[in-house]
């Protein structure tokens, strides 16, 4: 199963971006997923992650209160909406999948798309 991750994008501090994740040979409704990002000269970070239920969502401090993680199980799409974003948001964002739970280290998903970059202007 590959996953895409898409929406990146150059914005300004204060703006919005949101992220899609879609799965090609099967719909991304069959996973629990989360999004990581990397910045430049950082590891890999997890951000948020939903259940595969949707039910359940995890979050990493930084981003609470202005990134939310859902599902449109319709579209077989996880969205990532990102709010108030700041220059320390700037980061290649990855959505990654595994067949249940959320799981805070990128060791424990199987499933992985290619990457979208956002930026950050302040």
């Known amino acids: 199963v590959q996953l895409q991750a898409s929406g990146g994008g150059l914005v300004q501090a204060g703006d919005s971006l949101r992220l899609s994740c879609t799965a090609s040979?099967?719909?991304?409704?069959?996973?629990?997923v989360a999004w990581f990002r990397q910045a430049p000269g950082k590891e890999r970070e997890f951000v948020a992650g939903?259940?595969?239920?949707?039910?359940?969502?995890e979050y990493v401090d930084s981003v609470k209160g202005r990134f939310t993680i859902s599902r449109d199980k319709a579209k077989g799409t996880v969205y990532l909406q990102m709010n108030s974003l700041m220059p320390e948001d700037t980061a290649v964002y990855y959505c990654?999948?595994?067949?249940?739970?959320?799981?805070?280290?990128?060791?424990?998903?199987?499933?992985w798309g290619q990457g979208t970059q956002v930026t950050v202007s302040s």
């Open positions: 939903t259940s595969r239920s949707g039910i359940s969502t």
């Open positions: 990654a999948g595994r067949d249940r739970g959320i799981y805070y280290s990128e060791k424990d998903y199987d499933y």
């Open positions: 040979g099967r719909t991304v409704s069959n996973y629990a």
